[in-house]
Nanobody, 116 residues
């Protein structure tokens, strides 16, 4: 059963923009902290941005001022807007959810390629 579904990845030129979304299945109750991670080939998965249920956000230094994380009013969808993309931003982007009961879920990932 797929519980987190990411979409919006693709190929973009350096300096371009992209928007990702993560839809949370109704089977996941009480989505609390939601976050985006990314993993480049040969590298470890790293935290990109995080948003609490109340809307508090935090970003990795590498993306501050360029990426924006947000979540829908219904709290069951999350977005990541990527601006001024650089080749080093390329990788598979994963959605992660931690519920109010501390259960955790990962999405299947969506590929972001930054190349001219």
């Amino acid at each position: 059963q797929v519980q987190l579904v990411e979409s919006g990845g693709g190929l973009v030129q350096p300096g371009g923009s992209l928007s990702l979304s993560c839809a949370v299945s109704e089977s996941i109750f009480g989505a609390n902290v939601m976050s985006w991670y990314r993993q480049a080939p040969g590298k470890e998965r790293e935290l990109v941005a995080i948003i609490s249920r109340g809307g508090t956000t935090n970003y990795a230094d590498a993306v501050k001022g360029r990426f924006t994380i947000s979540r829908g009013d219904a709290k069951n969808i999350m977005y990541l807007h990527l601006n001024s993309l650089k080749p080093e931003d390329a990788g598979v982007y994963f959605c992660h959810v931690q519920t109010i009961t501390s259960d955790t879920y990962w999405g299947q990932g969506t590929q972001v390629t930054v190349s001219s």
